[in-house]
Structures are given as C-alpha cells and as structure tokens.
C-alpha cells in the first residue's frame, strides 16, 4: 500500500501560483529539520540521483562549476558529490534548508533566492552546469525563470531541470521547453521519464539541455 503523504508534502503539492513566496518559505523552513528523512528515509526520493547521473553521462570533468538551484537542504548537492563534483554552489528561498545543506560541508557558496524575482545574484556565463532539481512546481519557480538562469549557464554549459508528472501535466513547462530549442537557446540532450518519489508512486522527468548562447 502506497503510504500517505506528509503533511508537508500535502501542503507542497499544494501551493498555486498565487501563493506568496513568504508563504513558501515559511513552509519550507518549517520542514527543514524532517525534510530529508521524509522524503528519503520513508518515501525514497530518487530523483537528486537521477539527475546527477544524467549530469555524469554527459560531463566527465569534475571540477566543472555547478550551481544547484533550490538545493533544498542538499540532497541534489550531495547525489553530485557523490559522483566525484567537487565545485558546487547553492540556492535557495529557504535559510532553514540552506542551513541543513551547509552542515554538509559540500557547497561553496550557498544564497538565498527568490526566483519569482529575478534577476539571480549571480555573473553572467558564471557556470558550467545549473541543476534545478523539483524547483519548477507549483508556486515555487515559473517557467519563465529559465531565461534568466540560462544567462548563468556559459555556452556550451549543461542545464538540467526535473518536475513530477503533478507539474508537467499542467501543460506550460513542455511548451516552454520547445520554445527554447525553436529560438536555438538549448539543444536538448535527454528528455527522461522514470521514478520521482519512489515510495508513493510517484513519476517525474529529467531534461538536460546544452546551452548555445
């Protein structure tokens, strides 16, 4: 039997774009100190690891620069390091999560971030690799945002994004994603569906891209 989701995850699932992102961040911080052993303890939340492993397939270099946007309280930072990365930095809107993800001593620099107001506090062509690993839901990061986080991203960087099947299926993330390979933004390298939250039957996707501006 599919165990019943938290009360967290409940509230995660959700939030609308109308919510503020006050609201989610209180939220958000609020989960912080059970985030992981919910989502990966109890309901084996695969996704970070299925992200890093696309990231692998595709870039050999270890020390390339990353940028892990809403890195949560680590999770994706870590599935990363595990796989040998070693330059990694951190984004979030919640301090509470931030500050699970620096006890584990993985990231460099970790920053607060509200992506419903860009622009992003980083350098133009600053990275070689962004992550944004279950950012895209709803009320968290609208799908617009890829524009300016594509500016991060040097050329010829990766970007991978992930959402479950919960935000895909409202019908603006596919769209917005071809647009991007139509105005010769990315090229796409992988569009990948399989396990999200194992645990509670739950299916995602994972796009990795290449960026050519």
């Not at 890093?52 to 680590?74: F, M, P, R």
């Not at 594509?150 to 935000?167: A, C, E, Q, S």
């Not at 645990?199 to 050519?212: A, E, I, K, P, Q």
Request: aromatic share 8%; proline share 3%.
């Amino acid at each position: 039997m599919t165990e019943r989701k938290s009360s967290f995850l409940d509230a995660a699932y959700g939030f609308s774009d109308t919510d503020t992102s006050e609201k989610i961040k209180a939220h958000y911080d609020a989960w912080a100190s059970h985030y992981d052993a919910e989502l990966v303890d109890q309901q084996q939340y695969v996704m970070p690891s299925r992200a890093a492993a696309a990231i692998a397939s595709h870039c050999t270099e270890k020390t390339a620069s990353i940028l892990d946007i809403g890195c949560g309280t680590g999770l994706s930072g870590k599935a990363l390091a595990d796989r040998g990365f070693n330059t990694i930095d951190g984004c979030d809107l919640s301090p509470g999560m931030l500050a699970k993800a620096a006890t584990l001593d993985i990231y460099g620099r970790l920053f607060e971030a509200d992506l419903t107001k860009p622009p992003l506090d980083a350098a133009d062509a600053s990275y070689d690799i962004m992550t944004v690993v279950g950012a895209f839901s709803f009320g968290h990061i609208p799908v617009d945002a890829m524009d300016d986080l594509l500016r991060v991203i040097k050329p010829g960087g990766l970007f991978l994004i992930t959402t479950n099947d919960h935000y895909y299926d409202e019908g603006t993330i596919q769209p917005k994603l071809d647009q991007l390979v139509a105005d010769e933004m990315v090229t796409m390298l992988m569009a990948e569906h399989g396990a999200h939250i194992e645990g509670l039957n739950v299916s995602g996707w994972v796009f990795l891209m290449r960026s050519t501006t």
